[in-house]
């Protein structure tokens, strides 16, 4: 049973030529969420780029990337401090931040052969100033590093340090979409995967 995969004109076009052949197509559609470092920053055109700007800082596209600024990516759980290398496009394998995205896939079988069409969506950053709760281990380095200190942490501490805290925004609903016939019957499959 072969497969092609199809850019959106084509599987659009395969899909509106069974139609109006009057046969009935069922569409397939699987989105899952994923963060597997195939999105890091070095790799984001400019434009993408400027919205960590107030976090990085890198001299061009495909350049390693460094934090400007101590913050708290609250997804992953990571405290990132100044200088910190957090994405290499030398080695992406050894990544730091990845950005998670969203993997959307249409599909439909017609006489045995399948048309596939597949791209990602990307989540958007959220930057915020606050004072995040973090984790001892975190807290400790933080204050190593600020204070030059290794009492244990209070409470109080722990919530001392006004930061900046990233978190990912899931892209909205219209983002997955493509413009399909109207006839056409869609089945949605949504997944989580987790590396």
Request: proline fraction near 8%.
């Amino acid at each position: 049973m072969p497969t092609y995969d199809c850019n959106e004109h084509q599987f659009v076009e395969n899909l509106r030529r069974a139609t109006d052949s009057n046969i009935h197509v069922i569409v397939n559609r699987m989105v899952t969420k994923k963060d597997d470092g195939k999105y890091g920053l070095s790799n984001l055109p400019d434009q993408e780029f400027k919205k960590y700007e107030v976090l990085a800082t890198r001299r061009q596209q495909r350049a390693t990337v460094y934090a400007k600024v101590p913050f708290y990516d609250e997804l992953h759980r990571r405290l990132y401090l100044q200088n910190d290398i957090l994405h290499s496009a030398t080695n992406p394998h050894k990544f730091r931040l990845s950005i998670p995205y969203v993997n959307v896939e249409y599909r439909f079988t017609l006489w045995g052969e399948t048309y596939r069409h597949e791209f990602d969506v990307l989540f958007e950053p959220h930057i915020r100033l606050d004072r995040p709760n973090l984790p001892q281990a975190l807290g400790e380095r933080l204050l190593a590093v600020f204070f030059d200190s290794k009492a244990p942490l209070s409470r109080s501490t722990k919530r001392a340090t006004l930061m900046y805290v990233l978190n990912f925004i899931p892209p909205p609903e219209r983002m997955l979409d493509i413009h399909l016939p109207p006839s056409t019957i869609v089945f949605d499959v949504s997944r989580l995967n987790r590396p």
